[in-house]
């Protein structure tokens, strides 16, 4: 049966809800509408922007009611930027929200009935936190370079002059790179920024975590949240330890940060990344930290597992899954 929206509509709707990724949710006779910038709990004025089958995107147009966990976000690109969606809803809200969506995602498509999810633990910092950061850069028909962070929709560049949730030392660097023409013109499209390093550093960068130093390949991953990485390796690494007996198999390992806090001595370690330049950062942390028994697989996940067995048939007692979201 045909849908009576159509692009262009105005409607009013409740949002009830808050989807993967953030975008709010809410329902009108049975029809899901997918709307950016709201939080469960917001009765607002929206722009229908496509129709499909099962769901509607639509845009935020006006706030008619507030929702209790609604507040006013600190970056004046909120509504236009796509790297932040969750700024206009309040920290403890926020949390909520994420813990729901992992719970939600082994109910739904794990089928495990009660997941054994543990509270979220929160950034001690709501801003400043981040230590790595993706800009972009384009360029117009006269040459113009313009460098930002992708809109919303991922089509256009919202051209910022400070993030809220990067270090500081990133937004110095940023600023710097800003005003010099001859680094952007040179400069990919796509800019990883860290914190505490010049940009356009190639080869490898140092990571303090605790009291070990971390070599991280400066194109690659690492963990984002510099205020709570320590913790997290320790709490894995805990964990961890309560399996006493097998080798320690860390699934999209990196350059080897969990493996790092979770191997105990002697106890033979099995790495399994995508990327290259990881696995040989990850085998120098290992050697730097005094283990000897690791060897480091790459390839995904899907195809290493399968080989695995005749591979390496070390029987496996503690396995890490950090795979990429």
């Excluded at 229908?48 to 690109?77: G, H, M, Q, W």
């Excluded at 006269?142 to 089509?155: A, L, Q, T």
């Excluded at 002059?161 to 400069?187: A, F, W």
């Excluded at 350059?255 to 370690?269: I, K």
Aim: aromatic letters at 8%; a positive charge.
């Amino acid at each position: 049966m045909k849908s009576r929206f159509s692009v262009g509509d105005s409607v009013i709707l409740e949002i009830t809800g808050v989807a993967f990724g953030g975008k709010g949710v809410g329902r009108i006779d049975g029809m899901v509408f997918f709307v950016p910038f709201t939080v469960d709990g917001d009765v607002v004025e929206v722009e229908i922007r496509s129709v499909r089958r099962n769901y509607i995107t639509a845009e935020l147009k006006n706030v008619l009611a507030p929702s209790p966990f609604r507040v006013d976000p600190v970056c004046k690109y909120h509504s236009l930027c796509g790297g932040c969606c969750y700024l206009h809803v309040s920290g403890e809200r926020e949390l909520a929200l994420k813990e729901g969506h992992v719970v939600d995602s082994f109910q739904r498509i794990g089928k495990f009935p009660t997941p054994p999810v543990k509270p979220i633990i929160p950034s001690p910092e709501m801003y400043g936190y981040r230590q790595k950061a993706e800009f972009h850069r384009s360029s117009d028909r006269r040459g113009n370079c313009s460098v930002g962070f992708m809109s919303i929709d991922g089509k256009t560049l919202v051209d910022i002059e400070y993030c809220h949730i990067v270090k500081e030392s990133i937004n110095k660097e940023y600023r710097r790179v800003k005003k010099d023409r001859s680094i952007l013109e040179q400069s990919p499209e796509r800019m990883a920024f860290w914190s505490d390093v010049p940009y356009g550093t190639k080869g490898d960068i140092m990571r303090r975590v605790g009291d070990r130093e971390i070599i991280v390949p400066a194109s690659g991953f690492f963990q984002a949240n510099a205020l709570l990485v320590e913790k997290l390796a320790r709490l894995v690494g805990e964990a961890c330890r309560e399996s006493q007996e097998g080798a320690l198999l860390d699934c999209c390992c990196g350059s080897g940060l969990f493996s790092l806090f979770a191997a105990r001595e002697n106890q033979p370690v099995i790495g399994i990344d995508v990327d290259g330049e990881s696995l040989r950062c990850a085998r120098l942390n290992m050697a730097r930290q005094g283990f000897s028994q690791f060897v480091f697989y790459k390839g995904t996940l899907e195809k290493v597992l399968k080989r695995l067995p005749n591979m390496n048939p070390v029987p496996i007692g503690t396995i890490i899954l950090d795979p990429p979201r």
